[in-house]
């Protein structure tokens, strides 16, 4: 097998390792001051009003595993419970792998719990990092009315001759 194989190979393992619960580090003085003067800049709020922000996204749930780090917060989805979770790589390098991501929602969210990534609109884009996002329903019943009806369909070839890689074994 060759390098650039095994490193596939060993990225697609670790991809699925399972996830711990892990915590942010705390920061030291020095980045709390960095982040507090970035939370009141872009924030337009006080300084107070900044130290509030930032302890409450330290409190958020953080998971972990060989090659993921996500974090989970609760949030309102069109008056509906959901959660966002922001997935990096721990390597901080690019990620898009769709498998990658419906895995990350399943074990963090759940197998029948629905959720998308959101393109914003140029004037909405916040683009300053490796990170993605995922917005997902807490209540497993809500379906987002677009997408494919015809039931669960995984194939490692496509019947019309698309290419696709090889399935995971699990």
Do not use: C
């Amino acid at each position: 097998m060759n390098r650039k194989k095994r490193k596939q190979v060993a990225t697609e393992n670790a991809a699925y390792s399972p996830f711990q619960r892990a915590e942010y580090p705390t920061p030291s003085e020095e980045q709390m001051e960095q982040f507090i003067q970035i939370e009141m800049e872009n924030e337009k709020v006080n300084r107070e009003q900044a130290i509030e922000i930032i302890e409450k996204w330290l409190s958020n749930e953080v998971f972990k595993n060989e090659l993921y780090t996500v974090t989970k917060i609760p949030i309102e989805i069109g008056g509906d419970k959901g959660f966002w979770l922001s997935i990096k790589r721990n390597n901080k390098e690019t990620i898009h792998d769709w498998r990658h991501l419906q895995f990350i929602k399943n074990q963090i969210v759940g197998e029948e719990n629905e959720g998308f990534e959101l393109y914003p609109s140029e004037k909405r884009v916040v683009d300053e990092a490796n990170q993605y996002h995922l917005f997902v329903y807490a209540d497993p019943k809500i379906r987002i009315p677009v997408g494919f009806e015809i039931g669960r369909m995984v194939a490692d070839d496509s019947q019309t001759g698309s290419k696709n890689r090889k399935l995971r074994e699990s």
